[in-house]
């Protein structure tokens, strides 16, 4: 990917430098000079792009990253304990599709000075970063997608944990000593207290009957697989802090990417993207059933599902989908020959792991764009499926089964499909609507795959304390 940053260039004039302990972070501001290294870009003269100034630096382990995220629109990013959670707002862009984000964030990310960064090989993330999330359908849905450019970033990743901070250079020279530091002087978290439930616009019954239909239109011919929805409505008694949200899900869901953005906050098992130092991964996941209490009884539901007809054939259009429209932007792909079934706590998936060598101008957005919506959230044809979705469904997708995620100014980056997860009500912070899919094909029973959606709304119940 084209990248003009220029470390440790453009910097003139004398640099005072005072570390100060924010939580066990080292917080650091820094004044320099900079020298004009470009103008201000317009994209054909119409969008104004921010003029970026960025700094890394080597923290102490700052602790639990959960633990770190000072007020509730703090961003976060975390699995197993790495990742990276961020703050403040530089920039927002409202996006009108992934590949209009993704050269927006060419562009910008073209414009940036970098003055200093981590020594030896820097983890993919540290440095300058945005993190998105992107509507399902932008053609079906009143909601926008965004990538925001945040002012500080705290990272953890192989052993090494940095800071990053990002300031307009049209602006204040670094982020104001009044904004939102991590960890100590934080906002309190407060629980969302007493939570009541109810169904969306489709009742349970009503949900099992559209899906009755879907799989009519299935047996009629002209779809293979398609992905339904369903969502429901959670109120709390005080208004929802994702913080909330993320320290649960981070802690109980630990091999799933916990994720907050802009409201939409979950715990997502399924990778659609991720590239890092040219290698380009993707964990595809169909094919699902609901754990018991029972370790012995789990072992054979793992064994009836890895051979479920079924299954497998809801899992390979998924993998199929992937496989191909990857395919342009890779070489040296290898797509194993049969899933294997991914542990979680409240399901047991069939999972395939893709990996393949991304090519020197795929960056990770690009090859979101390609990739979404794959056939694990929408279906087989895409086109066909997308269609019986919007007609049948009955739920505005909002940000639910668009890919979430973050990027940095190489083009490696991570992009989750949101799923496991709830959108809070910008309107009502009481207010919660949480999202669960299944995927249907020919043999689907509409029972069975209520009960699916069930199971998957319980990591997000959970995590609400019900
Ligand atoms: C749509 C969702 O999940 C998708 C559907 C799956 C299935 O039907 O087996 C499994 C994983 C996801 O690709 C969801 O969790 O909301």
Same mark, same amino acid.
């Given at each position: ?53 960025? /700094? ?24 197993? #304990? ?12 409202? /996006?009108?599709?992934? *590949?209009?984000?993704?050269?927006? =964030? ?55 944990? =940095? ?14 000593? !009044? ?100 290698? /380009?991964?993707?964990?595809?996941? /169909? ?120 990027? !940095?100014?190489?083009?490696? #980056?991570? =992009? *989750? ?9 910008? !309107? ?10 299944? #995927? ?27």
């Amino acid at each position: 990917m084209a990248n003009a940053v220029c470390r440790g260039q453009s910097i003139t004039g004398s640099r005072e430098r005072r570390i100060s302990h924010a939580g066990g972070v080292l917080a650091e501001r820094s004044r320099a000079t900079l020298s004009r290294v470009s103008t201000n870009l317009s994209a054909g003269g119409a969008v104004d792009r921010p003029r970026l100034h960025v /700094a890394t630096e080597e923290i102490p382990d700052p602790g639990r990253l959960s633990g770190l995220l000072p007020e509730p629109g703090a961003l976060a990013w975390i699995r197993r #304990g790495e990742g990276m959670i961020a703050f403040g707002e530089v920039a927002r862009h409202k /996006a009108t599709s992934i *590949a209009e984000a993704e050269q927006w =964030w060419r562009e910008t990310s073209a414009q940036v000075v970098v003055d200093r960064g981590l020594d030896g090989d820097e983890p993919a993330g540290a440095g300058f970063v945005a993190f998105g999330s992107f509507c399902f359908d932008h053609d079906n849905t009143p909601s926008e997608s965004v990538l925001i450019i945040p002012q500080v970033v705290i990272g953890r990743r192989g052993g090494r944990a =940095w800071r990053t901070t990002i300031s307009n250079v049209g602006g204040d020279d670094w982020p104001s000593e !009044d904004g939102p530091a991590a960890g100590a002087g934080a906002l309190p978290v407060q629980s969302p207290g007493a939570v009541s439930f109810a169904d969306g616009k489709l009742s349970g019954p009503e949900w099992e009957s559209m899906i009755g239909e879907t799989v009519r239109r299935i047996n009629a011919g002209k779809l293979g697989k398609v992905v339904m929805a369903r969502e429901l409505l959670a109120l709390a008694a005080n208004p929802i802090d994702p913080r909330w949200l993320v320290a649960r899900l981070a802690a109980d869901y630990p091999a799933c990417w916990t994720y907050h953005v802009d409201g939409l906050v979950g715990a997502t098992p399924e990778m659609l993207i991720r590239r890092e130092s040219g290698l /380009a991964t993707s964990r595809v996941l /169909a094919g699902t059933i609901r754990r018991s209490d029972d370790a012995d009884h789990d072992l054979a539901l793992a064994a009836a599902l890895s051979q479920s007809s079924k299954d497998l054939q809801e899992h390979e259009y998924a993998v199929d989908s992937v496989a191909r429209a990857l395919a342009p932007y890779c070489s040296g792909m290898n797509v194993p020959d049969a899933p294997y079934v991914l542990e979680l706590p409240n399901v047991l998936h069939l999972a395939t792991d893709v990996t393949a060598v991304a090519g020197p101008d795929a960056s990770s957005l690009a090859m979101a764009a390609a990739l979404h919506p794959s056939a694990a959230v929408c279906g087989t044809p895409t086109d066909a499926a997308r269609a019986t979705i919007a007609e049948l469904e009955q739920l505005d997708r909002n940000r639910y089964t668009g890919p979430v995620g973050w990027i !940095d100014a190489d083009g490696d #980056g991570e =992009w *989750a499909i949101a799923l496991r997860c709830g959108r809070i009500d910008p !309107d009502d912070p009481r207010q919660i609507r949480l999202y669960a899919g299944c #995927g249907i094909v020919a043999e689907s029973d509409p029972a069975a795959e209520l009960a699916e959606s069930v199971a998957k709304l319980v990591p997000m119940r959970d995590a609400l304390g019900s």
